[in-house]
């Protein structure tokens, strides 16, 4: 079996993420939860390790770095074999010290031919077309994703899950980190279908009495009030679990109306130009700009006058990163609320924007324009959580847990066992529908089935 089809039958996809995958639309360059035999049948020049954990707060790709090293490393050469590139990068942040010391060992005593990339601790250094601007200094195009350019990009997570794979384990389990305010912030390493309360249980509990949960990190997670949160489960895209007060900052501005962030756009805008001059992707070269979105609705009598706007049709390429309205806009408005706003009108008119033919280049502005992560945690109110260092790794042991059949991009699995049957770990569970993008599911513990629906089956462990 090659290691394409090993990648396949393990059912692994994009790790990186929030608390679970969107349905992802077209002109989106997410690759959370994207199929990752997909992704990697290619041949490309660059392969690319993200190990920048973009997200302030996570540490999860770091401890994965201090801890599977040698793993990492080969599995990094194993994939660059496959893909055939000449240029083999593990990306990461310049201030990760102990992280960059574990890994040349392992490239050292591999004699692999993997080398670090070291950048900028910077926000969103972990973007997959910001870091590929970095690497190969060239453009993925708007709407375009890095194959255009020659380069693939995988996360560290999922790299790490592709070695396992290669030794016959199927994804069955996620690493996640646990933190904000919690007793003990830890990274919890926990079978697919694990409760979030489980996790929270690891890391101590909380001392509030009502709190919001970030699923994923706090610049692009989905926030969730305590009730909710209880309905959470791990997923192959979780990344993290973030506990934050109820009046902190960045729940504030979840928990904005977009007919605000709307009406706010028209009264306030001083049309400074801030959040497209901070823009990540227009840094890049992308015509992307915010500012001209919000002049344009401005004048409009309503959103639907002006989608056949050229300026308002480029909110479709924006990456939803949030640093404009966290960090660039003077006036606290929200640009990213409003493109999402703009594009979820766009798509619902069938609007697809289109891969332009030309090359784009990065401005020579954009090294001397690149925000620190810290200061996002402080616009964020988050900073009190931001520098601490996790080592330690909790193991969880659920009762029962429900594994999505929708924990990817493309069609859900559909279920290959019923209720009563009993199971192993590692036990496919879930199918590909036949001709369909998706991606096989395993039992994440061993014991038996006692639910199946169409989004979901549930398995009791067997605790003899």
């Known amino acids: 079996m090659t290691l394409l089809e090993q990648i396949k039958e393990a059912g692994i996809v994009g790790c990186g993420g929030g608390g679970g995958p969107p349905p992802l639309p077209p002109n989106t360059d997410r690759t959370a939860g994207f199929p990752t035999h997909v992704k990697l049948n290619c041949t490309v020049e660059y392969l690319i390790i993200n190990a920048a954990e973009c997200e302030p707060l996570l540490?999860?790709?770091?401890?994965?770095?201090?801890?599977?090293?040698?793993?990492?490393?080969?599995?990094?050469?194993?994939?660059?074999?496959?893909?055939?590139?000449?240029?083999?990068?593990?990306?990461?942040?310049?201030?990760?010290?102990?992280?960059?010391?574990?890994?040349?060992?392992?490239?050292?005593?591999?004699?692999?031919?993997?080398?670090?990339?070291k950048m900028k601790n910077f926000y969103p250094a972990g973007d997959e077309q910001i870091m590929v601007?970095?690497?190969?200094?060239?453009?993925?195009?708007?709407?375009?994703?890095?194959?255009?350019?020659?380069?693939?990009?995988?996360?560290?997570?999922?790299?790490?899950?592709?070695?396992?794979?290669?030794?016959?384990q199927p994804f069955t389990e996620k690493y996640l980190t646990v933190t904000g305010a919690v007793n003990s912030p830890c990274i919890v390493r926990a079978p697919l279908g694990t409760s979030f309360a489980e996790c929270l249980l690891l890391a101590g509990g909380s001392s509030l009495s009502s709190f919001h949960v970030i699923a994923g990190g706090p610049m692009m997670g989905k926030c969730y009030r305590k009730e909710e949160a209880a309905g959470l489960t791990v997923t192959k895209t979780t990344s993290g679990y973030i506990i934050v007060a109820d009046d902190t900052p960045l729940v504030e501005k979840h928990n904005i109306p977009i007919?605000?962030?709307?009406?706010?756009?028209?009264?306030?805008?001083?049309?400074?130009?801030?959040?497209?001059?901070?823009?990540?992707?227009?840094?890049?070269?992308?015509?992307?700009?915010?500012?001209?979105?919000?002049?344009?609705?401005?004048?409009?009598?309503?959103?639907?006058?002006?989608?056949?706007d050229e300026h308002v049709r480029q909110a479709m390429i924006c990456s939803e990163c949030g640093l404009c309205e966290t960090y660039a806009c003077p006036m606290g408005l929200q640009p990213r609320q409003v493109n999402i706003y703009v594009k979820n009108l766009l798509r619902q008119n069938k609007y697809r924007y289109p891969k332009p033919s030309e090359t784009f280049t990065q401005l020579e502005e954009r090294s001397y324009r690149k925000a620190p992560s810290k200061r996002m945690a402080v616009r964020l109110g988050?900073?009190?959580?931001?520098?601490?260092?996790?080592?330690?790794?909790?193991?969880?042991?659920?009762?029962?847990?429900?594994?999505?059949?929708?924990?990817?991009?493309?069609?859900?699995?559909?279920?290959?066992?019923?209720?009563?049957?009993?199971?192993?770990?590692?036990?496919?569970?879930?199918?590909?529908?036949?001709?369909?993008?998706?991606?096989?599911i395993h039992a994440s513990i061993s014991g038996t089935v006692v639910q199946v629906t169409d989004t979901e089956i549930v398995i009791s462990a067997d605790r003899q």
């Open 259 to 308: 007919s605000v962030s709307l009406k706010r756009a028209k009264m306030c805008c001083i049309q400074c130009s801030y959040c497209t001059q901070m823009c990540p992707r227009y840094l890049t070269g992308h015509p992307l700009k915010p500012h001209m979105i919000m002049r344009k609705l401005a004048y409009a009598q309503s959103p639907e006058e002006v989608l056949e």
């Open 382 to 440: 988050v900073d009190q959580y931001y520098d601490y260092h996790i080592d330690s790794c909790k193991a969880a042991d659920p009762a029962t847990v429900r594994i999505s059949l929708r924990q990817h991009i493309g069609a859900p699995s559909q279920p290959v066992v019923q209720t009563g049957d009993t199971v192993s770990c590692g036990q496919l569970i879930g199918a590909i529908p036949a001709e369909a993008l998706g991606a096989n």
């Open 59 to 117: 540490r999860t790709d770091r401890f994965l770095m201090l801890h599977k090293a040698r793993e990492i490393v080969t599995a990094a050469g194993m994939i660059g074999d496959m893909v055939q590139a000449g240029k083999r990068y593990i990306a990461l942040k310049e201030t990760y010290s102990e992280e960059i010391a574990a890994l040349e060992a392992a490239i050292t005593e591999l004699h692999s031919p993997v080398k670090l990339y």
């Open 133 to 168: 601007c970095d690497v190969t200094g060239r453009t993925v195009p708007p709407s375009g994703i890095p194959l255009d350019v020659g380069a693939v990009v995988s996360n560290l997570a999922t790299v790490y899950s592709i070695y396992n794979a290669s030794q016959g």
